[in-house]
């Protein structure tokens, strides 16, 4: 497997509620981006961090926020959930100026918002 | 025009069947190209990149034309196993090291 962890794997919330999705990148990488599928999409990337800074955000609302820590670690933050927040939550980690491209993604964290 | 699109699907082929998808991307500036897999219910995998002068891995085949911004992959030979989505991925649309992906072609090899 990748050595990508996410947790909570499955999660139910109500609209207006708040959720923390959390991801341990694999072991050497110092880069994580995080990416929300909607049933029947591909990915659509919602941040990167690395160095424990944003460093590339996509077409998401501020309520999307996030963390990472000294161990690369990081954390996705919803505020105020929308029906529409209801998806499948991957992080993906890689080692920055890697020339392959490739990202690591973890199993994923579905959320289902009521 | 969507960043990265792809031949709507599902592709259904019998077992030994050649199958090719094709995939779209609007920015002529993008820097890399992938293919990823993804199982029902399962993370995205690399399956193989894509490179100007078209690469092959076994049964799988790449191709770039960087005029037309287009990219295929064609499948020889098809495994049940090849059962799964296919992503288009561009790399440099949203950033410099951000990957775009596309909806996802999904394919269904059947005995």
């Known amino acids: 497997e990748t050595g990508v962890t996410q947790s909570p794997t499955h999660l139910i919330k109500t609209r207006g509620q708040q959720v923390t999705l959390r991801c341990s990148s694999q072991s050497g990488h110092n880069t994580v981006s995080w990416y929300q599928q909607a049933l029947g999409q591909g990915p659509q990337f919602i941040f990167q961090y690395y160095r424990e800074e944003e460093n590339g955000r996509g077409n998401f609302p501020p309520r999307f926020s996030g963390l990472q820590f000294p161990n690369y670690s990081s954390e996705l933050n919803v505020n105020a959930l929308e029906l529409d927040d209801s998806a499948l939550y991957l992080c993906?980690?890689?080692?920055?100026?890697?020339?392959?491209?490739?990202?690591?993604f973890g199993e994923g964290s579905r959320l289902t918002v009521l | 025009r969507k960043e990265v699109e792809q031949d709507p699907g599902p592709f259904n082929v019998p077992e030994g069947a050649t199958v090719a998808f094709n995939c779209t991307y609007s920015n002529s500036a993008s820097q890399s190209f992938f293919w990823y897999r993804q199982d029902c219910r399962k993370e995205p995998k690399l399956l193989m990149s894509v490179y100007s002068s078209g690469n092959e891995d076994g049964r799988f085949t790449a191709q770039l034309n960087r005029a037309s911004q287009y990219i295929s992959l064609l499948i020889r030979d098809s495994k049940l196993s090849d059962s799964a989505t296919y992503l288009c991925v561009v790399k440099g649309i949203a950033g410099y090291s951000t990957l775009t992906f596309g909806k996802g072609t999904m394919l269904l090899v059947s005995p």
């Open positions: 993906a980690s890689s080692q920055q100026g890697g020339s392959t491209g490739e990202l690591f």
